[in-house]
């Protein structure tokens, strides 16, 4: 890699410590090193960058520019902790006792069975556990580099030692550079020193040789965002040879994040462990009094035990959002954090910019209003021909949009727009700029709302000033008519800029001034006043076809749209109303100044009923998240800008866009919209709250199960009857019920009119509604169902009445499941909506038949085959739990159980 040996530099003997982020090959800090010394060492031109096959050997020895997860879980990993429970070990052993003492058969048996449920438990969490891996891949950044003379873009983990890294503002620095070129860069470095207060970056050579991190200015460190200007770094070290890849490998493992649900039902787990584990106490004693055999009792409320704790309930939460979240990459709506799933459901407010997600973000210059023409109006055709070349000369220059290879403007959209209606007059940029070249520039930036770029102009300068009008306006004393500079009537201006706002554009005013040479002092205050004004400019963004549906989506769903945006209040009203967010004759605009002045609690006290604020600042967004928040709200808001991050963490579910928006908002958010739309979020919203849903669901049907399976074994003996059930048949009906049509359940679905009710409120829990009453009397009625079996046959001396108590009970479930796949419909959106269940249910009845007539399985079941009437009876009976709960649901529908929920179904 060295291709030249270095002037001596203090420090050259010590011990080489190739690609790492603090010293170069030599042992020396890169920050003591002078740029070119840095190129020749890392064999880089600072013009081209690497070539390709250079890039593709550094790739190979380096390794990917990414940092090494610990915590990701192996397959290996995934099915030890498959057995690590400490109910299933105690059950293995008490099983592997009883064997030796006893029949050794039914110690394989049980061992196989929970080997297999272990083997489920394996496949769904390997699945939700690659689906997370994918998902984290697509929000891995990219990095713009130049390699071969060619600006690109690339992944970020394609990145190696020598590379050309171009940032700008709103990156995440990608990997460790050393600074080569730096315009007004500033660098947030929290992530690496806890210093919120960004710093600001030079290219010198820095002779200190042992600085603290924080004051390495002329460094940047792979993780830490840039929050203003643009630079060029040479790449210094990547992946785990970073400066965060050594904090990654001291703490190695990111905290594995926990859903609220999650939580609960662990917490809830945990308790009904002990009451079952107590149950089974009293099970197991009344046995022995009864003089039943001590190893068999053990065993069979071992089995219990382990079937009817529900430990797997928050690991199937998991799988479920893992898995929902994949379907939601699929509509656009990418998830970076998996809570994000569960909140979507609960979603109450969403606050959404304008520009590119409401709107298409395709902008178009629909008028063009000099100091002459303006009064007219604002539908007639654009009014270019009357605009003046001065004007058009701004919008043209004054333009950071540029025509790409293929002749296609490449830009922000507004600048594009402006940029293609000066080039349709005749004015364009690359002609004009080679007499007219650029000398100085006041970048735009959205809290200043306005941007200067100036030019030579024969032998003096011009500048050109464009933004948003009342800004610019302030700045101008004169106004530029036909026939030459003269007076300004600041008001005409104003309701013209006014008039045109009305109609839904985005109204930029213009102007300039001439200076005899370039001034000194280029800062804002300097050169922005004493304008000449030029004219109005009306760019028209229309709104996205599908965003008006979504949002009238939105108010069925009792969900409030709120749209922030930078724009003008009379254009943000327009568009609102276009919308359907705001009715006609609405007026309710707050403006950014107003807002500003707004105490907390005068806001809270209105925020609940503001649907649209404009000009409003990055940072008022949080102002904003924090009082709906605080009223209990659960909010959702939109993001593209740097300063939109803290907004975006705070709210309960951060949006950034994938298209457009930088690499810090996408960081912060929740979920990416690969998209850029406002519909795709509802979209989300949407199957949020069918993932919630069928989450709800499996937990019913889980509890249920378990619960007749305790009563089952719970009440025999106080009706005087033996056992039910042996071990086996206990961890069998626990196997099949809960394997493949329980999992069946996550492909449930939505019902009918999930965006037609309100939201479910944030501190409502899983077993709200009902959930466990039902699991309580549905279990009762179905061990009730079960112990009529046992005790007609038992006392009707048939040698079957195990077998048929242990089909009722399988059976009955798959029943049950058949009924619940809907809260509050019969037959869910037709007997056949959800293929994969019925085929399931299918399947295990098929299995629980095999259990019944297999031979072989005759003598592992210790089962015997039912006579035709006896498995006609098991199935009439094992209907009552499917028609017990259609009538509960039928109570439900009629108003009569159940009472807070209201019907979707009656508006
Ligand atoms: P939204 O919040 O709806 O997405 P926005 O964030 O795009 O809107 P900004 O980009 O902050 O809004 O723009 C605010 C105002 O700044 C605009 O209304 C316009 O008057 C002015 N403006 C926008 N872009 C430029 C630009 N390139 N040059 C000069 N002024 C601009």
């Known amino acids: 890699m060295a291709a030249e040996a270095p002037a001596k530099i203090p420090g050259e003997d010590a011990a080489p410590t190739p690609g790492s982020s603090v010293t170069s090959d030599h042992g020396v800090p890169w920050y003591t090193r002078a740029v070119a010394t840095v190129a020749a060492d890392l064999g880089t031109d600072l013009q081209s960058g690497l070539d390709d096959a250079e890039a593709t050997l550094r790739l190979a020895s380096h390794g990917p520019n990414a940092l090494v997860e610990s915590r990701r879980r192996g397959p290996a990993r995934i099915l030890l902790a498959q057995f690590t429970d400490f109910m299933v070990i105690v059950l293995l052993a008490a099983a592997v006792v009883a064997g030796a003492i006893g029949e050794p058969q039914d110690t394989i048996a049980i061992i196989a069975i929970v080997v297999l449920n272990a083997m489920l438990g394996f496949v769904q969490e390997y699945r939700a556990e690659r689906a997370v891996a994918a998902l984290k891949a697509m929000?891995?950044?990219?990095?713009?580099?130049?390699?071969?003379?060619?600006?690109?873009?690339?992944?970020?983990?394609?990145?190696?030692?020598?590379?050309?890294?171009?940032?700008?503002?709103?990156?995440?620095v990608p990997a460790d550079l050393r600074l080569i070129e730096v315009a007004q860069l500033r660098i947030e470095e929290a992530a690496l020193t806890g210093e919120s207060q960004p710093v600001d970056k030079i290219t010198d050579v820095l002779a200190e040789p042992e600085l603290p991190l924080g004051d390495r200015r002329n460094m940047a460190y792979k993780g830490t965002m840039v929050t203003y200007g643009r630079a060029v770094g040479v790449v210094v070290a990547t992946g785990m040879q970073t400066e965060l890849g050594r904090i990654?490998?001291?703490?190695?493992?990111?905290?594995?994040?926990?859903?609220?649900?999650?939580?609960?039902?662990?917490?809830?787990?945990?308790?009904?462990?002990?009451?079952?584990?107590?149950?089974?106490?009293?099970?197991?004693?009344?046995?022995?009094?009864?003089?039943?055999?001590?190893?068999?009792?053990?065993?069979?409320?071992?089995?219990?035990a382990v079937a009817a704790i529900p430990e797997a309930l928050p690991a199937v939460v998991t799988v479920s959002l893992a898995l929902g979240?994949?379907?939601?990459?699929?509509?656009?709506?990418?998830?970076?954090?998996?809570?994000?799933?569960?909140?979507?459901?609960?979603?109450?407010?969403?606050?959404?910019?304008?520009?590119?997600?409401?709107?298409?973000?395709?902008?178009?210059?629909?008028?063009?209003?000099?100091?002459?023409?303006?009064?007219?109006?604002?539908?007639?055709?654009?009014?270019?021909?009357?605009?003046?070349?001065?004007?058009?000369l701004a919008l043209a220059l004054s333009n950071d949009a540029e025509r790409g290879p293929d002749g296609a403007v490449q830009g922000d959209p507004t600048e594009a727009a402006l940029f293609q209606a000066a080039a349709d007059a005749?004015?364009?940029?690359?002609?004009?700029?080679?007499?007219?070249?650029?000398?100085?520039?006041?970048?735009?930036?959205?809290?200043?709302?306005?941007?200067?770029?100036?030019?030579?102009?024969?032998?003096?300068?011009?500048?050109?000033?464009?933004?948003?009008?009342?800004?610019?306006?302030?700045?101008?004393?004169?106004?530029?008519?036909?026939?030459?500079?003269?007076?300004l009537d600041q008001s005409e201006v104003s309701a013209a800029a006014e008039a045109m706002a009305a109609d839904g554009l985005r109204v930029l005013a213009v102007a300039s001034r001439n200076f005899a040479a370039l001034p000194e002092d280029l800062s804002p205050d300097a050169i922005e006043g004493d304008l000449t004004f030029l004219g109005l400019v009306g760019l028209l963004d229309p709104p996205r076809p599908e965003a008006r549906a979504a949002i009238e989506e939105c108010k069925t769903a009792g969900i409030h749209v709120v749209m922030i945006t930078g724009d003008h209040p009379a254009t943000a009203a327009a568009i609102a109303r276009q919308l359907g967010i705001v009715e006609d004759g609405d007026r309710r605009v707050i403006a950014g100044p107003e807002l500003a002045r707004l105490s907390g609690d005068a806001l809270g006290d209105i925020v609940e009923g503001a649907p649209v604020y404009a000009r409003a600042a990055p940072e008022q967004k949080i102002k904003i998240v924090k009082a709906l928040q605080e009223r209990g709200q659960i909010v959702a808001m939109t993001g593209d800008g740097v300063n939109d991050a803290p907004a975006l963490r705070r709210a309960d579910i951060g949006v950034a866009m994938g298209r457009s928006g930088t690499d810090v908002a996408r960081e912060a958010a929740h979920m990416v919209l690969l998209d850029d739309n406002f519909a795709t979020i509802v979209t989300a919203v949407r199957e949020g709250r069918r993932i919630y849903d069928n989450i709800r669901k499996f937990v019913r049907y889980a509890l249920t199960c378990n619960s007749a399976e305790i009563w089952t074994l719970f009440l025999a003996p106080f009706l005087g009857l033996p056992v039910p059930l042996l071990p086996i048949h206990i961890l069998w009906i626990n196997l099949v019920t809960d394997g493949l049509p329980g999992v069946a359940l996550a492909v449930e679905p939505a019902e009918r009119g999930v965006m037609r009710r309100p939201p479910r409120p944030p501190t409502e829990g899983i077993f709200a509604r009902g959930l466990w009453q039902h699991a309580l009397?549905?279990?009762?009625?179905?061990?009730?169902?079960?112990?009529?079996?046992?005790?007609?046959?038992?006392?009707?001396?048939?040698?079957?009445?195990?077998?048929?108590?242990?089909?009722?009970?399988?059976?009955?479930?798959?029943?049950?499941?058949?009924?619940?796949?809907?809260?509050?419909?019969?037959?869910?959106?037709?007997?056949?909506?959800?293929?994969?269940?019925?085929?399931?249910?299918?399947?295990?009845?098929?299995?629980?038949l095999a259990t019944l007539y297999v031979p072989a399985l005759n003598r592992v079941f210790k089962t015997e085959p039912l006579s035709g009437p006896e498995l006609a009876f098991c199935f009439a009976l094992s209907t009552v739990g499917f028609v017990a709960v259609e009538v509960e649901k039928l109570l439900v529908r009629r108003g009569v159980l159940y009472r807070g929920d209201p019907d979707p179904a009656r508006p």
């Not at 703490?251 to 149950?279: C, D, G, H, S």
């Not at 070249?437 to 032998?459: A, C, N, Q, V, Y």
């Open 139 to 172: 929000v891995a950044p990219q990095a713009r580099v130049q390699r071969a003379g060619v600006a690109r873009t690339i992944h970020g983990t394609e990145l190696v030692p020598g590379d050309l890294v171009l940032l700008e503002a709103g990156n995440v």
């Open 248 to 304: 990654a490998a001291l703490l190695r493992e990111e905290e594995e994040v926990k859903t609220p649900l999650q939580r609960r039902l662990a917490r809830f787990a945990q308790r009904l462990a002990l009451a079952v584990l107590a149950l089974c106490a009293v099970i197991f004693g009344i046995g022995l009094l009864r003089g039943e055999e001590p190893v068999l009792m053990f065993l069979t409320v071992l089995s219990l």
């Open 325 to 392: 979240a994949r379907r939601m990459v699929a509509r656009n709506a990418l998830i970076r954090r998996l809570p994000a799933v569960e909140t979507l459901g609960s979603v109450t407010f969403i606050c959404s910019d304008k520009t590119g997600t409401l709107t298409e973000n395709r902008m178009r210059v629909r008028a063009i209003r000099t100091t002459d023409a303006l009064a007219r109006d604002a539908q007639s055709p654009k009014g270019a021909e009357s605009a003046t070349p001065p004007l058009l």
């Open 426 to 487: 005749g004015y364009e940029k690359a002609t004009l700029e080679r007499t007219m070249p650029r000398l100085g520039e006041i970048p735009f930036s959205s809290e200043r709302g306005k941007m200067t770029t100036m030019h030579r102009d024969g032998g003096g300068v011009i500048a050109f000033t464009k933004g948003a009008p009342e800004r610019v306006l302030k700045r101008c004393t004169h106004g530029l008519t036909a026939s030459g500079v003269g007076s």
């Open 777 to 848: 009397w549905v279990g009762l009625l179905m061990g009730g169902v079960a112990l009529v079996t046992q005790a007609w046959a038992y006392h009707a001396g048939s040698a079957h009445w195990q077998s048929m108590t242990f089909t009722v009970l399988a059976l009955l479930q798959l029943g049950h499941l058949l009924a619940i796949r809907s809260e509050r419909d019969a037959f869910h959106r037709g007997f056949f909506s959800n293929l994969p269940l019925l085929g399931a249910v299918t399947f295990t009845v098929g299995l629980q």
